[in-house]
């Protein structure tokens, strides 16, 4: 899949919206499973969300359903992660990366190959 590029992260107000997309440079996410993950400083990295490689069977972090949605666009080669109503404890780093396993939901760390290198997202109060 290539190196992995997350983009998108930002200052934001509580309440706000951004969106985050991952894109593969010298490679393609079509065949992989793609998910989002985040760490906040002092905390585990943990899952936010992820998408089948055929951008089907979003899941979600119970955190997150229903405030961030994750799409895939093998076309243009990229993952993204709108996420809306933030508060100040989604602050984080968020990363990319790409399931080991294409048949397998894409839910741990422990399930992804590559990662990207990450993007801050900072919600203000």
């Known amino acids: 899949q290539g190196q992995l590029i997350e983009s998108g992260g930002g200052l934001v107000q509580a309440g706000g919206s951004l969106t985050l997309a991952c894109t593969a440079s010298?490679?393609?996410?079509?065949?992989?499973?793609v998910g989002w993950f985040r760490q906040a400083p002092g905390k585990w990295r943990e899952f936010v969300a992820s998408?089948?490689?055929?951008?089907?069977?979003?899941k979600y972090a119970d955190s997150v359903k229903g405030r961030f949605t994750i799409s895939k666009d093998n076309a243009k080669n990229a993952v993204y992660l709108q996420m809306s109503s933030l508060t100040p404890e989604d602050t984080a780093e968020y990363y990319c990366?790409?399931?080991?396993?294409?048949?397998?939901?894409?839910?741990?760390?422990?399930?992804?190959?590559?990662w990207g290198q990450g993007t801050q997202v900072i919600v203000s109060s």
């Open positions: 990366g790409t399931g080991r396993n294409l048949y397998q939901p894409l839910t741990s760390t422990r399930g992804v190959g590559t």
């Open positions: 998408i089948s490689w055929s951008g089907t069977m979003p």
């Open positions: 010298g490679g393609t996410l079509s065949s992989y499973p």
